[in-house]
C-alpha cells in the first residue's frame, strides 16, 4: 500500500540533501508518495514566514514527515514541527561506519543514542527584561544571595522542567535502551544534567530519571554532569548505550557526538511525540556551503531510514541503512567532508546503487 510522506526542505543546504534523498527514495522504487507543500507565507530570506494551515493539515494526515534544516527564513517550520507539534523526545544516533571520517584514533563500535529532552528546560526560548523578574519575584536570589534587582540591567531566560516531562522522557529513553539490549546492547541509560550546581531544576530531572531507570528493573543507569559527559563522549565514546540529555544539553552533546564519527552532516534524528513524530538531519542549513552542492546527504537518507521504520517499512529501512555502510566502506563517492569529491547528488545515487545491489 501506498504512503505518503510530506517532505519539507527548509533552507541551506537542506533543500539540497532532502532532494537527493527523495530521488534516492523514489528510485528505489518504495510504495511511498512524496509531497513538498509550501513550507511559508510571506518569508524573506531574513525573515521568517508562516507555515500554511493546509500545509500543518498536509504533514499531520501524512505517514511520515522529513524536515531538511532551518535557517533564518524556515524557522517556523521547525519552530511548528518540534514545538508546536509537541515532539518532546529528540532521538540521535551516533554510530561509526567503516571508511567514515572521524578524528578519533579507534573509532570502530561507537553506536550509541543521544535521547534529546526536545521541549522543556531552556528552549524553547522564555526571556524576558531583568528588571521585569525584579518586579514579580523581588525575594529571588542567587546562590550568593544577590537579588535580581542587585545586578542592575539585564535580560533573563527561564528553565523549565516538570516531573511529567521528565518521567515521559526518561520512560522513551528506559524502552529504547530495552529494544538496544534485545539486539546485544547493555541495557544502560546515562543522565546528563548539571545537578550540582542546579540543584532544583537539573536535580528533578537527575532524580526522576533514576528511579524510572531503576524501577524499570532491568536496566543500568549512571549519570555524569554535563561538562564530564563530553569529556566521556570523546574519550568513552563505547562505553555509551542511551545517554538521556536535558534539552540544551543534548542540542550540544549531539554536534560533539555527531564529530566523532566522521561529522555534522552524518547525524540523522527522529523527534517524537503523543502520535506525532518527524525526521530530520541534526546539523542546520549551513550557509558556509549551501548552493555549492557539496553538502553530505548521510544525515538526511539516514532518518529517511528511520523515518521508514517509524512507518513499518523496517524491512526497507534496514537495507537503506545498510547501503549507506556500504557506500563508506567502498569509499569512492564521498563528499568532500568525508575527504572525497562527490557531489551530494552523486553520493546519495552511489547509496542508492547499493541498496539496489543489496
Ligand atoms: P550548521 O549545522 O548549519 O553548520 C555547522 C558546520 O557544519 C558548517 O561548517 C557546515 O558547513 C557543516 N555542515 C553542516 N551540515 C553539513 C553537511 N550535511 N555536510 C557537510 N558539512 C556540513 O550550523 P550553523 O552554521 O551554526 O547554523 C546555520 C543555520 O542553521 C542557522 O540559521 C541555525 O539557526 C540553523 N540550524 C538549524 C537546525 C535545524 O534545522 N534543526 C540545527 C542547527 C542549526
Redesign the pocket.
Known sequence: MTKTVVALP?E???IE?VDATCDLLVGAGLPLKILTPPQTDGATPTVAGFVPDETKRTAREADGVL??????A??N??SWL?WGMQAWAGMRPIRFRPGMRSPLADPEGIDYVIVRENSEGIYPGREGELADLARVMPDLRDRSGRTVKEYGDGRFAVKIVTPAGVERVARFACRLARARKAKGKPGKVTCVTKSNVLRRTDGLFHEITERVVREAGDLTFEHFHVDDASRRLVRFPKSMDVVLCMNQYG?ILS?LGAETVG????AP?GNFGDGWAYF???????????GRG???????ILSAAMMLEHMGLGAEAARLDAAVGRTYREGKTL???QGGAAT?RQMAQAVLAAYRNA
Open positions: 527548509g541551506g543546504i537542506g540533501v524536515f531538511g534544516a532551518a535557517g533564518p524556515t524557522t517550520v521547525v518540534r542540542d554536534d561529522g555534522l552532516g552524518l534524528s530530520e538531519s541534526v546539523h542546520g542549513s549551513a550557509p558556509d556551503i549551501a557539496i553538502a553530505n546527504p548521510t544525515a538526511t563528499t568532500p567532508d551530494t
